[in-house]
């Protein structure tokens, strides 16, 4: 232990961002001894990875919201992050409030449409609320059009139709292949049987026509949705799974020459912001070519703590590596397609792994508190 706590003595790490990312840092700065701040927007950590299904299965959402401060006391900080000062090492909250910090990891994750997200600055029981309030819309509505078909698509047209099978559903995408184009072949093609098996209707290779101008997650009987291909179909509630993007405003103007196109972090194999030795990004917001899930943002933090507390003890820092994609997707609580290391599972793998509870135990778990 003596050593232990050398080597933290005099560092104080900040992390932005509570959510896989930040919650897996924050919980090994804890338990190797560090002093931190993790900061967030909200008062609770979410875990989207049920985000859908708590969208449809009444009584879900309040086990996939876990407040921060029974976890992590006085070391969280509810706030909005507006930039950082890399002269002075302190983040600046809005309202002025600066935090110092020796060392700085960035998890700020990305931002998309609701249901898959709630980013938003509103207590855990005004978020539980929000998405009871959409199961009753789901429930009122006799037909859903879920556009986009990538991951969060494929998984939310999957959700409804198990719950509510006798609803129409309906799922468009303007590509042909469905789900992450990083996935094997073969599971994106499992990905399009599964929903057919299940009864969701496929229009691929088309574009809804004035999206922008629809109105979304509200239940409106008789819609009419046209598509860029003439296609013409009626529906009773639309939810929109397209046009995630990375949260970059907490950093943007303080790292712009370390950004890539998309407002992610350039970072070294250390997971440093390229130009920064101790500034790190971790999950969504470190340019990585993987896909953006919440096993990766795990692994990056364990690389970034262990980084911080190498750099500290004067020993070789660790790298992070890409592997074989691992890749999951929850189909319903009954059914799910993916791959462990590249290698394509069983359907009823991923059911058991996953799709069954969708990893809520885990969140728990981890936070240290007792679920609902």
């Not at 930039?83 to 960035?106: C, F, K, M, P, S």
């Not at 407002?263 to 969504?284: F, I, R, T």
Request: proline fraction near 2%; hydrophobic fraction near 40%; glycine fraction near 10%.
């Amino acid at each position: 232990m003596g050593g232990q706590a050398s080597s933290v003595q005099g560092a104080h790490v900040v992390v932005v961002g509570g959510g896989f990312g930040g919650i897996a840092a924050a919980q090994q700065l804890k338990s190797q001894g560090f002093s931190f701040t993790l900061i967030d927007m909200r008062d609770a950590f979410h875990h989207n990875v049920a985000a859908l299904r708590a969208s449809v299965q009444p009584g879900l959402a309040q086990q996939t919201f876990i407040p921060y401060a029974a976890s992590f006391g006085d070391s969280f900080v509810q706030g909005r992050v507006e930039r950082v000062n890399t002269d002075t090492q302190t983040v600046v909250l809005t309202g002025g409030r600066e935090i110092q910090y020796t060392h700085l990891i960035l998890c700020t994750g990305t931002d998309g449409a609701f249901p898959g997200k709630f980013n938003t600055v509103a207590s855990y029981q005004t978020a539980i609320q929000t998405y009871e309030d959409f199961v009753k819309q789901v429930q009122a509505a006799d037909s859903v059009l879920v556009v986009g078909g990538g991951s969060t698509g494929v998984e939310m047209a999957a959700e409804i139709k198990t719950e509510y099978p006798e609803k129409r559903v309906v799922l468009i995408h303007s590509r042909i292949d469905l789900a992450d184009p990083e996935l094997r072949p073969s599971v994106r093609q499992e990905a399009k049987m599964v929903l057919v098996e299940k009864g969701v209707e496929l229009l691929l290779g088309q574009k809804v026509l004035n999206l922008s101008e629809l109105q979304l997650n509200v239940t409106q009987k008789n819609t009419i949705v046209t598509t860029d291909r003439g296609t013409s179909l009626t529906t009773d509630l639309i939810i929109s799974c397209v046009g995630v993007k990375i949260n970059s405003a907490a950093y943007a103007s303080s790292f712009s020459g370390c950004l890539a196109e998309n407002g992610a972090l350039k970072v070294n194999e250390h997971l440093q912001v390229k130009g920064y030795s101790k500034v790190y990004a971790v999950g969504d917001c470190a340019d990585i070519n993987e896909p953006k899930t919440a096993y990766h943002a795990g692994l990056h933090a364990g690389v970034a703590v262990t980084n911080i507390s190498y750099s500290l003890t004067g020993n070789e820092l660790t790298s992070y590596h890409t592997g074989s994609i691992t890749m999951l997707l929850a189909m319903g609580h009954d059914d799910g397609v993916g791959q462990f290391s590249g290698l394509k599972l069983p359907r009823c793998v991923v059911a058991l792994g996953k799709s069954r509870d969708l990893l809520l135990w885990k969140s728990w778990r981890e936070m240290g508190q007792k679920r609902p």
